[in-house]
């Protein structure tokens, strides 16, 4: 069974620093693409960062040049490197992958709030 577990969401000050984790389980060892959404109460989910199988990535416009998308393939792990950290960027972060065996899982999400 896949499953996809995020961590290392909390509390900061404006213009601090997170590292969240997703830890892929049930799946076999490969470097899926992955990606990290948002999202905010009443609002859609959106793209934060993804990852390709081959180790490109993207981002969106808000969080360019502060955030940082990484993958740990020994672990299946994928990490989101967050700096300069803004209020705006307080949300529900998930972790995705979108496309395993012609299905896609979410994880749960964590809660990142930085505070002004």
């Known amino acids: 069974q896949v499953q996809l577990v995020e961590s290392g969401g909390g509390l900061v000050q404006a213009g601090g620093s997170l590292r969240l984790s997703c830890a892929a389980s049930g799946i076999m060892y490969r470097a899926y693409a992955m990606g990290w959404y948002r999202e905010a109460p009443g609002k859609e989910r959106e793209l934060v960062a993804a990852?390709?199988?081959?180790?490109?990535?993207n981002y969106a416009d808000s969080v360019l040049g502060r955030f940082t998308i990484y993958r740990d393939s020994a672990k299946v792990t994928v990490y989101l490197q967050m700096s300069s950290l803004k209020p705006g960027d307080s949300d529900i972060y998930y972790c995705?992958?979108?496309?395993?065996?012609?299905?896609?899982?979410w994880g749960k999400g964590t809660l990142v709030t930085a505070s002004s």
């Open positions: 990852i390709s199988s081959g180790g490109s990535t």
């Open positions: 995705d992958l979108p496309n395993y065996y012609g299905r896609a899982y």
